[in-house]
């Protein structure tokens, strides 16, 4: 067990001391816009091996590199296409992951193995501050054990990775709360492999032509196993009917995670009141997972949100988050 150490942003000394633990090969969870990540220097094989311990995660699951800026495409890539220079003008520093051809140097621990490569510059200031100002880039999958859902704020990383790692860096609760966009650009074809906050149609307006997001595919994004992101309590997604339904017949003690006050009908153990917008919906869904979690429920019922292009990242992640075999 490691003593994982609080650091807070607001203070330079924590700042220089997440640089150094890390360039140390130590782990430290930093703040992004999008999620918490369990960060190690990227350059470091053996402190990124770490990461997959920590986390319980299998070694074939690649990792992204994040990096302070576009200019680094350079060290970590080979055979850049035009669209991947475009996309990150565009899109960087922010919630964009673009997978390309891995540079030869780079360790295959990083890439699982892969001969491709994971890339971002991610929008978070004390991030990018860390990682400009130290030349450093770090490999970090969301800092969650396994499967579990990703955190969004420094506490909650603290209170399911504690002991796992050396410090986490509080940066304050995350602006978008779900995990960045991953488009491929190998081999020709342009994919997003991961519904995310930048949009197909935000892809599309850059690069003036389709992107393709097929539903199934077999590339190795970890949050494309079916279970994935899933809170500790079953959780079933269903319709406000049906969810009106479930509060009169069911005898368990539940969590509703809904758009409107349904509580007329039987008194929900946990309730809470999702935001109809969804950007807002999406920053707080992980979030409200976790509290419902921790409620003492026995099911967690959650009402779909609305299909269209605007809830195609919350969809995504509601359908792996439900998940049950058989
Ligand atoms: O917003 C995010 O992307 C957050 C923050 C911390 O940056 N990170 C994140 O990492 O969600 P992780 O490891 O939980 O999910 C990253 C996904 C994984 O599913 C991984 O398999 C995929 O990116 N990935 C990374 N490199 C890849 C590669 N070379 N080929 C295919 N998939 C890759
Ligand atoms: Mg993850």
Redesign the pocket.
């Known amino acids: 067990m490691l003593n994982t150490l609080m650091l807070t942003s607001e203070l330079t000394d924590d700042l220089e001391t997440a640089a150094r633990l890390l360039k140390q090969g130590k782990l430290v969870a930093v703040p992004?816009e999008?999620?918490?990540?369990l960060a190690a220097d990227a350059r470091n094989s053996s402190a990124v091996n770490n990461i997959f311990i920590a986390k319980g995660r299998p070694s074939d699951?690649?990792?992204?590199v994040?990096m302070h800026a576009a200019s680094a495409l350079h060290d970590w890539a080979q055979d850049i296409p035009a669209e991947a220079f475009a996309l990150a003008q565009a899109f960087w520093p922010g919630?964009l992951?673009l997978?390309l051809k891995?540079a030869d140097h780079v360790d295959s621990v990083v890439?699982?193995g892969?001969d491709?490569?994971?890339l971002?510059v991610?929008a978070h200031p004390v991030l990018l501050k860390l990682l400009a100002s130290h030349q450093l880039a770090v490999a970090?999958?969301?800092?969650n054990p396994y499967k579990q859902l990703?955190p969004t704020s420094a506490q909650q990383v603290m209170e399911t990775m504690a002991g796992k790692l050396d410090a986490v860096l509080d940066g304050g609760d995350c602006e978008f709360g779900l995990?960045?966009t991953?488009v491929?650009l190998v081999d020709g074809a342009i994919q997003v492999?991961?519904a995310?906050p930048i949009s197909p149609a935000q892809l599309e307006a850059v690069l003036g032509q389709k992107v393709q997001s097929p539903l199934q595919h077999q590339?190795?994004?970890?949050?494309?196993v079916a279970a994935h992101y899933q809170p500790k309590t079953r959780l079933r997604c269903v319709s406000a009917d049906e969810l009106v339904e479930l509060l009169t017949s069911t005898k368990l003690k539940l969590a509703v995670l809904s758009f409107s006050d349904l509580s007329f009908n039987a008194q929900p153990h946990w309730q809470l009141i999702m935001p109809t917008n969804a950007q807002d919906y999406g920053r707080v869904l992980y979030k409200q997972l976790y509290l419902a979690d921790q409620s003492g429920a026995e099911l967690i019922l959650l009402e779909l949100p609305p299909a269209g292009d605007e809830w195609a990242a919350v969809q995504n992640r509601l359908q792996r988050a439900a998940y049950q075999e058989g």
């Not at 699951?61 to 992204?64: E, Q, R, T």
């Not at 590339?219 to 494309?224: D, L, Q, T, Y």
């Open positions: 992004t999008t999620v918490y990540g699951h690649p990792l992204i994040h919630p992951t997978l891995k890439t699982g892969l491709t490569i994971g971002r991610p970090a999958p969301s800092a990703s995990e960045s991953i491929s492999l991961r995310g590339v190795k994004v970890s949050g494309n």
